[in-house]
């Protein structure tokens, strides 16, 4: 079975990484979406060690957790960003294939022999 790449699939994966991205610096308590890193605790008094260091080790943890998610969050939107400035750029170039040769230098800047930037070049083809 051919496995199909066409515009919608690629607009499924966009939209699956938009989700990623917004999600993944967040975690769940209770619903609240609070940060990992800005969980708190309460493992008995200042006084009490072994409560002070499993706090102070659950919240180390947390913030790389966080860093962690961060991370993912960014690959994900800039995985997103990147496909859909090639959908962006596919769709481009497929409206040069539907152009005459005169269209096509009149609508890329920059084009020409000093005529200015919409003049098509000069040159005749051999």
């Avoid at 308590?29 to 002070?52: K, S, Y």
């Amino acid at each position: 079975m051919p496995i199909k790449v066409d515009q919608a699939f690629l607009n499924e994966v966009i939209n699956a990484h938009r989700l990623l991205a917004d999600g993944a610096p967040l975690a769940s308590r209770g619903g609240t979406g609070t940060l990992i890193d800005q969980m708190f605790l309460r493992c008995g008094t200042v006084n009490f060690a072994p409560g002070q260091q499993m706090k102070d080790r659950v919240l180390e943890r947390g913030k790389q957790i966080q860093s962690f998610l961060t991370k993912i969050g960014e690959g994900a939107a800039t995985r997103a960003n990147n496909l859909q400035l090639y959908l962006t750029l596919s769709d481009d170039v497929e409206d040069f294939n539907n152009m005459s040769a005169e269209e096509f230098f009149r609508s890329v800047s920059g084009w020409g022999s000093g005529g200015g930037p919409n003049t098509p070049p000069t040159t005749t083809p051999k």
